[in-house]
């Protein structure tokens, strides 16, 4: 406003002295070089400044009049390639869901073109790039756009999964890291972290994840079981890498950051007893397990280690063990189908008999069971053809053997007889395979 105001009183000025210009030419002159001076009486140098004002504002008003219709002329033409890139954007879409991969990363380029920060055409790209198995030209995209949007999730996200699918583990870490120092309660990425770590063997990196995910997890939520489970499993490798090693102490120390998580780990107690000196020590550890939690592997080991310990009265100690462990365990059918067995294995068909009698009464049912009594006929009472129908029904076998024809050509199999082979297209080179036969 004060500009205006300027411009009028100046214009009103300079019309003013051309009319007393007009009027009377000599007088003016001589009133205005009077006015110049300071002690005048009408000093000269205000009319000037109002003058000048007025003029500058006038010019000032044309310039920025100026300036806006080239910044409209401009805004413009932003629109229009805006409304380009927009229809260039829905093209690619549209294409990239129809299949068309070449015509989509045309038009999605083209967007990017038009507006390089297009947020919306760099993730598509960058997904249709991942999508066609093209990880390394995903990455170029991803990377080009965190130069000027260094902040955004999305480009970080994708860009994980463009190095999972370049294979490149040391650049995938310090992603996943630089991620989780930006978002550590991201259970995705943690998760991400904790399998990259494993898949590389790093096992204390990942038993330190592992620790911080069970830190804010509520207590007795699944998520908290999967964390404790994820910490043991991780200090039992650890433990296993270190034994390996030859660091027992270490090994040992890791052994039990795995019981306090998790008393029923079967495969610790296996290595807890590896590591003992003494047979009867790792024997103990190994009983220990299977009171906690009831596994095969428990007595098969047990079985091993008193073998190796007293080979002539082993057989006596394993058969008190097996009873003592279907004594305190009877409903254990594993335990019982072990000792039947191990029964048969020492001529005790009696008691495997007994076992196997009560293992049918208790609802076990399967090929074991009847591997288990084919043994027992055979070896018991002698009557082959019992035997070899349980063993035929432990196979999944019908009752008669049904040769299997062969192509000579190319090997392929067949349950009939072809005068043509389907796959190589040779004639009359089926014949009975020696190699095969099945069960009808």
């Not at 052994?255 to 610790?268: G, I, P, S, T």
């Not at 592997?297 to 073998?307: A, H, K």
């Not at 394993?318 to 189908?337: C, D, G, Q």
Request: net charge positive; glycine share 6%.
């Amino acid at each position: 406003m004060i500009y205006r105001i300027m411009l009028f009183g100046g214009l009103l000025v300079l019309l003013g002295a051309a009319y007393l210009v007009y009027l009377n030419p000599t007088e003016t002159s001589v009133a205005l070089t009077q006015g110049l001076k300071v002690d005048g009486t009408m000093p000269f140098f205000m009319l000037v400044a109002i003058a000048v004002g007025g003029f500058g504002s006038g010019v000032f008003f044309s310039l920025l009049a100026l300036r806006r219709q080239f910044g409209d002329f401009f805004q413009r033409l932003r629109d229009r390639k805006r409304k380009s890139a927009q229809q260039a954007l829905l093209e690619g879409v549209e294409a990239g869901f129809k299949g068309e991969t070449k015509k989509a990363v045309s038009s999605l380029n083209r967007v990017l073109k038009l507006d390089k920060k297009n947020m919306e055409a760099i993730l598509a790209l960058a997904r249709l790039q991942l999508r066609e198995r093209l990880p390394d030209k995903a990455l170029k995209t991803l990377d080009a756009a965190l130069e000027h949007s260094p902040e955004d999730p999305r480009l970080h996200w994708y860009r994980i999964q463009a190095l999972k699918g370049l294979d490149d583990p040391l650049r995938m870490t310090n992603q996943l890291l630089f991620m989780k120092a930006r978002y550590p309660r991201n259970r995705a990425l943690m998760s991400m972290l904790v399998e990259q770590f494993g898949s590389r063997g790093y096992w204390r990196e990942a038993l330190e994840v592992w620790q911080e995910i069970s830190k804010g997890e509520a207590k007795g939520s699944q998520e908290k079981k999967k964390a404790i489970s994820g910490i043991a499993n991780c200090a039992y490798e650890l433990a296993r890498r270190q034994w390996l090693a030859g660091n027992k102490d270490a090994a040992a120390a890791s052994l039990k950051l795995v019981f306090d998580h998790d008393k029923e780990h079967v495969a610790a107690y296996l290595l807890k007893a590896e590591m003992e000196v003494k047979k009867a020590d790792a024997l103990s550890v190994l009983k220990s397990g299977f009171r906690k939690k009831p596994s095969a592997i428990f007595l098969l080991e047990g079985e091993r280690l008193q073998i190796e310990d007293d080979p002539e009265e082993s057989s006596t100690k394993i058969l008190k063990f097996y009873r003592k462990v279907l004594s305190r365990n009877p409903e254990y059918r594993p335990a019982r189908w072990l000792y039947a067995r191990f029964c048969l294995e020492h001529q005790k068909f009696d008691e495997a008999e007994v076992a196997a009698k009560r293992l049918r009464e208790s609802g076990f049912r399967g090929p074991l069971l009847e591997v288990l009594a084919g043994e027992l006929a055979c070896r018991k009472e002698h009557r082959l053809e019992v035997a070899v129908d349980h063993f035929k029904r432990a196979l999944g076998c019908a009752e008669r053997l049904e040769p299997v024809f062969g192509c000579e050509v190319c090997g392929r199999l067949s349950p009939v007889w072809k005068y043509n082979c389907p796959h190589c297209g040779s004639y009359n080179s089926y014949d009975i395979s020696e190699r095969i036969c099945s069960f009808a």
